[in-house]
């Protein structure tokens, strides 16, 4: 049984995982946070970002935090960078680190991205530089969980990397409740 949303009213009561653009214009998110994960679902750990924002969409979460999963969007997700003046975003990276370490990095240029950042690595360095040439550009941080592989055609993370998920989720917590806090 699928419960349907009826009023904007509910809908800014609950986070959402969205997956429509409509979403971006029917509710004010001037003090709103995106969490955005990223990566290709099919592609086994590349895929640890939407996995992480599937799980956060199962979570209580404060109202303040809205979900997106990006999949492998590219510059099909810069309006969300016009709509969110706050970004934490998680992906995969193939960074050398022990798989399943998490790191946060506040990228500005593609040269700030670890140095294999996983399969999608030039759509996603490309967008944050458009990112900065907008006119008004979001405070951004990147959450990069380290991977040692990609694995086409799986859903499935390897133990290290799922075990990372709950660990981000409490980090992206904390960092957005530190944000959140600047607003006022």
């Known amino acids: 049984m ?3 949303v009826n009023t904007l009213s509910e809908l800014d009561k609950k986070p959402v995982a969205v997956s429509s653009d409509a979403f971006f214009f029917e509710k004010d998110k001037s003090k709103s946070i995106l969490v955005l994960g990223v990566g290709n679902f099919l592609m086994g750990d590349e895929g640890v970002g939407v996995h992480l924002i599937q799980s956060m969409d199962t979570m209580e979460l404060p ?24 970004i934490i975003f998680v992906d995969a990276t193939m960074d050398g680190k022990e798989e ?27 967008m944050i530089e458009a990112v900065y040439l907008m006119e008004n550009t979001p405070d951004l941080h990147l959450f990069t969980i ?39």
């Open 63 to 86: 109202s303040y935090i809205d979900i997106l999963d990006g999949g492998t969007g590219g510059f099909l997700l810069l309006n969300c960078f016009e709509c969110y003046s706050k």
């Open 2 to 4: 699928t419960k349907s």
């Open 146 to 184: 380290s991977i040692a592989k990609v694995e086409p055609m799986t859903t499935q993370l390897a133990p290290k990397v799922e075990k990372a998920i709950p660990a981000t989720i409490t980090q992206i917590l904390s960092l957005a409740a530190t944000l959140h806090d600047q607003f006022t």
């Open 100 to 126: 399943g370490t998490i790191s946060l990095i506040r990228p500005k240029f593609a040269c700030d991205f670890p140095s294999a950042l996983s399969v999608h690595d030039v759509g996603l360095k490309d």
